[in-house]
Nanobody, 129 residues
Framework: QVQLMESGGGSVQAGGSLTLTCIAS????????AGWFRKVVDHVRDEVAV???????DYADSVKGRFTISRDNAKNTLYLHMTNLAPEDTAMYYC???????????????????????WGQGTQVTVSS
């Protein structure tokens, strides 16, 4: 099974940019569906983006046009490039992975948080106004 480790979080001012990195180990990452979700304490989990093994991507409406998910299979690495950050983007960001990806009644994006079984430890993103 795959192990995931995120990095790249930090504190930025509104309008700034950050790139999160998730390094996968323990398995061949290229066959996994992979994505990012975020969580604020006492709030529900918020699926952010997903990328399928063939490179197909999907995004939450709240981040479309601002965030870009990508992967480098040769490096077993997943990225989330975030631009024009806003205070409401403040959260702990987690990368997640799954070999199945497609779950009944759910798009891969919807499945990132609740159905993807492999998570990293998270990296904090704080955006100040």
């Amino acid at each position: 099974q795959v192990q995931l480790m995120e990095s790249g979080g930090g504190s930025v001012q509104a309008g700034g940019s950050l790139t999160l990195t998730c390094i996968a180990s323990g398995d061949d990452f290229r066959s996994y569906y992979a994505g990012w979700f975020r969580k604020v304490v006492d709030h529900v989990r918020d699926e952010v983006a997903v990328i399928e093994p063939d490179g197909t991507t999907d995004y939450a409406d709240s981040v479309k046009g601002r965030f870009t998910i990508s992967r480098d299979n040769a490096k077993n690495t997943l990225y989330l490039h975030m631009t024009n950050l806003a205070p409401e983007d403040t959260a702990m960001y987690y990368c997640a992975a799954d070999t199945l990806g497609k779950h009944p009644g759910m798009t891969p994006l919807q499945a990132v948080g609740p159905m993807f079984p492999y998570w990293g430890q998270g990296t904090q993103v704080t955006v100040s106004s």
